[in-house]
């Protein structure tokens, strides 16, 4: 099991926020990449979409399961990324960076948090986030 970003916060549905000042980058975690496997299709939420702590954004399709995605923070959607998005949308879909580069270039969606210090306060450390997946296996 590899080891998960120190500089993140992560859910216990996978999920991982990067917070730079009130704005949050999500994405999905390696260990939530490699259940997955290849990634075949994304469903990500429009630009001025409100999102809520816990709830879904958005939907992940491999050719093993389909997962919804569930927002670490509530605010706005202010990005998607469009080197992953479906190209009938404009993006690229470049679906493979989501498993290939996690926590970097493979990132879902930007959000302008309106409720930080509490949701930050409901997400997990990367070592808890570890021990969590080792209770789990």
């Given at each position: ?23 949050v980058t999500v ?40 997962s919804e995605l ?33 926590y970097g270039r ?32």
């Amino acid at each position: 099991m590899g080891k998960y970003p120190d500089n993140l916060y992560y859910t216990k549905t996978h999920e991982w926020a990067k917070v730079d000042g009130d704005i949050v980058t999500v994405g999905i975690t390696s260990y939530a990449a490699e259940e997955l496997g290849e990634v075949t299709r994304i469903v990500l939420p429009e630009i001025g979409k409100k999102v809520k702590f816990g709830e879904p954004f958005g939907e992940i399709e491999s050719y093993k399961s389909c997962s919804e995605l569930f927002s670490p923070v509530s605010g706005i959607i202010i990005e998607k990324n469009m080197d992953i998005e479906d190209p009938d949308k404009g993006g690229k879909g470049r679906l493979d960076l989501i498993s290939e580069d996690p926590y970097g270039r493979g990132w879902l969606i930007k959000v302008k948090a309106t409720n930080l210090p509490e949701d930050l306060g409901k997400l997990m450390t990367s070592e808890e986030y570890s021990k969590m997946l080792e209770q789990e296996s």
